[in-house]
């Protein structure tokens, strides 16, 4: 269960980001959250991913305020999180393998239990072939599944996407979504933050709205067809 | 066992990842070192040199009258008691007269039909390294004037003014200009490292956002740092030979006696191994200050 209360952010040169933004996200859920560029999606996501601290109010997540804790217990917080960046941030400098390897390693896991667990992970976006290739020969897309297999090698409990969908074609835009929609039935939260608005309609989940800040709307997905997507 | 093995193949990998940057820290590293390391062969060698000039420096104690054996030994016992003295010697009147004899050299017919009880039978008294300096002279005298026998004392003061101020100044200069080029080794490595680390501000900043802790950041760079210091100061040690081995040995040789160039050698043992700690712990503290400011979590 995530939490927000009373959430505001406003940056250093004085541009306010957030107001007063008050939120529930129980386990297992997936929420879109949506809004036009500079509504406050990805600072938001920064916040939940202790990327940078609000200006005030509190964030829960399993219990714990996240608002409180030092830079190791954010480090060790962040294991629990996978998060998709809109950039991918991947180590251009690195092999597949090695990217996607990178959270095993900072959890101290056995050589062997990596080599497994990031074959897995690879087999599962469809990229075991191109293990040793290294980012930039790769496509967008396929970038864009190297990370999220990064993000998916620890098992996350919560998976968040900053514009995953903003860079690729629709073909993928749309594979992408699915693979979101499969760990999500696997039980793991995801916060999807996207303004692609035919992607919404094609996967209807519960949608947060902001505006300048704001939240101005949080509707739930219609009842219909128990929330999968309509191909 | 895991994350230590992590570490050491990330050490390992970044540096021949980016072998023009690495090298460039090593080739800084080495160049700075190898300056310093010239400087301490330099002032190692000027305090060896100093040493053996203050070997000169004795208290010569001139007798009244030739001591009898038994007063000798006695006298010897008690001098040797005080502190800071490293040898007491006794030159006969026959000795004395031997080496004057000697100095005169051409002149030494001067002395034709004199007997050595013309000179004074004398004690040279040599004093302890450290206390080889106008003040230690002069606490020794301080305390051989306790004995009534001796009231005639020769230390050749002026030539000690002398050393002792020109032993000052070589302090002086070598501390200033030791301490300025330890401080430009460090800010120039400092930077050199700072520059590194800034080529791979993105790799810091994606570990952290996977969950790393600051430390699992910092060890492969701060172990990288020390590597490249280690490995920067053999080349120095090394580049400092040849200069020490043309410069110094056959250069100087040429222009020196014999004696003076067979003097001059290089760094000791534990000198050098101070310069190779010096480059780990350069290498460790130029990665760690910059790393401060780039890894934030």
């Given at each position: ?231 | ?44 060698n000027?305090?060896n040199l100093?040493?053996e000039w ?195 040995k056959?250069?100087l040789a040429?222009l020196l006696t014999t004696a003076a160039a067979q003097n001059i050698h ?32």
């Amino acid at each position: 269960m995530i939490q927000l209360f009373n959430i505001g952010k406003i940056y250093q040169n004085g541009a306010p980001a957030l107001h007063d933004i008050n939120l529930k996200i129980p386990s297992g859920d997936f929420v879109y959250i949506t809004g036009s560029s500079g509504a406050g999606k990805s600072t938001l996501l920064r916040l939940l991913y202790c990327a940078q601290k609000p200006s005030r109010g509190q964030i829960l997540m399993g219990g714990r305020n996240t608002t409180r804790l030092n830079s190791r217990n954010i480090a060790l917080l962040r294991r629990d999180i996978g998060f998709i960046f809109q950039d991918f941030k991947l180590l251009n400098a690195r092999t597949v393998f090695e990217n996607v390897a990178l959270p095993l390693q900072v959890k101290a896991a056995s050589h062997r239990e990596i080599s497994t667990r990031v074959y897995q992970v690879l087999q599962y976006v469809g990229l075991e072939y191109k293990l040793q290739r290294k980012p930039l020969e790769l496509s967008g897309g396929e970038q864009q599944r190297v990370a999220i297999a990064r993000a998916l090698v620890v098992n996350p409990r919560l998976l968040m996407a900053d514009e995953p969908t903003g860079n690729l074609d629709h073909e993928l835009a749309v594979e992408i979504m699915q693979m979101f929609t499969r760990i999500n039935e696997s039980g793991t939260t995801v916060i999807v933050a996207t303004h692609d608005k035919e992607m919404l309609q094609r996967f209807p989940r519960r949608t947060i709205m902001l505006h300048d800040g704001n939240i101005i709307s949080d509707s739930a997905p219609p009842p219909t067809d128990s929330n999968t997507e309509s191909l | 066992m895991e994350r230590l093995r992590y570490f050491i193949q990330r050490t390992l990998f970044s540096m021949r990842q980016s072998p023009l940057l690495c090298s460039a820290t090593i080739g800084t590293v080495a160049i700075a070192l190898m300056l310093l390391a010239f400087f301490t062969l330099i002032v190692f060698n000027v305090q060896n040199l100093t040493r053996e000039w203050s070997r000169d420096i004795q208290v010569i104690v001139y007798l009244d009258q030739v001591p009898s054996e038994n007063k000798l030994q006695l006298w010897t016992e008690e001098i040797m008691q005080y502190p800071d003295v490293e040898r007491v010697h006794y030159v006969t009147q026959q000795q004395a007269f031997e080496r004057f004899h000697e100095r005169l050299g051409q002149n030494a017919d001067l002395l034709e039909g004199l007997l050595p009880e013309i000179l004074p039978a004398a004690l040279e008294i040599s004093l302890a390294e450290s206390a080889r300096s106008r003040e230690g002279t002069e606490r020794l005298i301080g305390l051989l004037k306790s004995n009534k026998d001796f009231h005639d004392f020769r230390y050749g003061q002026e030539w000690l003014d002398r050393y002792d101020a020109s032993i000052f100044l070589l302090r002086l200069t070598g501390t200033m200009a030791g301490g300025f080029l330890i401080f430009a080794t460090l800010f120039i490595i400092s930077n050199t490292i700072k520059l590194t680390i800034y080529a791979r501000r993105d790799e810091l900043e994606i570990m952290g956002l996977i969950g790393a802790t600051p430390m699992f950041i910092k060890a492969p760079f701060m172990a990288e740092g020390a590597c490249q210091g280690i490995i920067g100061a053999c080349l120095a040690l090394g580049g400092c030979h040849l200069l020490y081995y043309f410069f110094l040995k056959k250069g100087l040789a040429a222009l020196l006696t014999t004696a003076a160039a067979q003097n001059i050698h290089f760094l000791p043992l534990a000198y050098q191994g101070g310069i190779i700690a010096l480059g780990l712990l350069l290498g460790f503290i130029g990665s760690l200050l910059p790393l401060r400011k780039f890894v934030r979590i």
